[in-house]
């Protein structure tokens, strides 16, 4: 069945840093853009990054920007967030989501498939 | 890439319509029609509700529906039933090819 599986959250000192991983099933991984998406403890949802199919095309929230890095193996069906700098508000649960349609990027046709989460916590 | 404008909480009973509102600018749902809505239950992932404004994926019932006036965007979900207790958020794409969502409604069934 059509899955995403994130991994790599942890606990993390400010200053620290942390590669997520999401590993996708079930669907043409290399047709899909795919972003990044966290969710602090009691708070909405903030998008963090995207990546087009090919990973030619990248965006960052600018909460992110320098400090996160978003990659993706299409031979290895896996999508990546490298993040460096971390600090206490990056705590978050972090989602990693399909966009709808393929080749198509994600802000336009909305997000069908999300991960469960993978929980990263920054202590200061 | 301020966030979205959305009422914290609204609340109705069951067989009631409710309609939570999601408010931007022209960079972001005054711009496009591309505005989607997503359902959250505690503990639990996202779950697209509503694409492009007003569509709805496979498997969403008819009583979620979404329009968009201006810089607003609505979801109305008529015959509230229990199961429709959950936070709510609202998403856009923007000027600068971002995505940006909205604070979140809790919706309570009473």
């Known amino acids: 069945q059509v899955q995403l599986v994130e991994s790599g959250g942890g606990l993390v000192k400010s200053g620290g840093s942390l590669r997520l991983s999401c590993a996708a099933s079930?669907?043409?991984?290399?047709?899909?853009?795919m972003s990044w998406i966290r969710q602090a403890p009691g708070k909405g949802l903030e998008w963090v990054s995207y990546?087009?199919?090919?990973?030619?095309?990248?965006y960052y929230a600018d909460s992110v920007k320098g400090r996160f890095t978003i990659s993706r193996d299409n031979a290895k069906n896996s999508l990546y967030l490298q993040m460096n700098s971390l600090r206490a508000e990056d705590t978050a649960v972090y989602y990693c989501?399909?966009?709808?349609?393929?080749?198509?990027?994600?802000?336009?046709?909305?997000?069908?498939?999300w991960g469960q989460g993978t929980t990263v916590t920054v202590s200061s | 890439q301020s966030a979205l404008t959305q009422p914290a909480s609204v609340s109705g009973s069951p067989g009631q319509s409710i309609t939570i509102s999601c408010t931007g600018t022209?960079?972001?749902?005054?711009?496009?029609?591309?505005v989607s809505w997503y359902q959250q239950h505690p503990g639990k992932a996202p779950k697209l509700m509503i694409y492009?404004?007003?569509d709805r994926p496979s498997g969403v019932s008819n009583r979620f529906s979404g329009s968009k006036s201006g810089n607003t965007a609505s979801l109305t979900i008529s015959g509230l039933q229990a199961e429709d207790e959950a936070d709510y958020y609202c998403?856009?794409?923007?000027?600068?090819?971002?995505?940006?969502f909205g604070g979140g409604t809790k919706l309570t069934v009473l």
């Open positions: 989501a399909r966009a709808r349609v393929a080749r198509t990027t994600v802000g336009r046709c909305g997000m069908d498939v």
């Open positions: 079930g669907f043409i991984f290399s047709d899909s853009y």
């Open positions: 990546i087009s199919s090919t990973g030619i095309t990248i």
């Open positions: 022209s960079s972001d749902v005054g711009g496009y029609n591309y």
């Open positions: 492009e404004v007003s």
């Open positions: 998403s856009s794409y923007t000027t600068s090819s971002t995505v940006v």
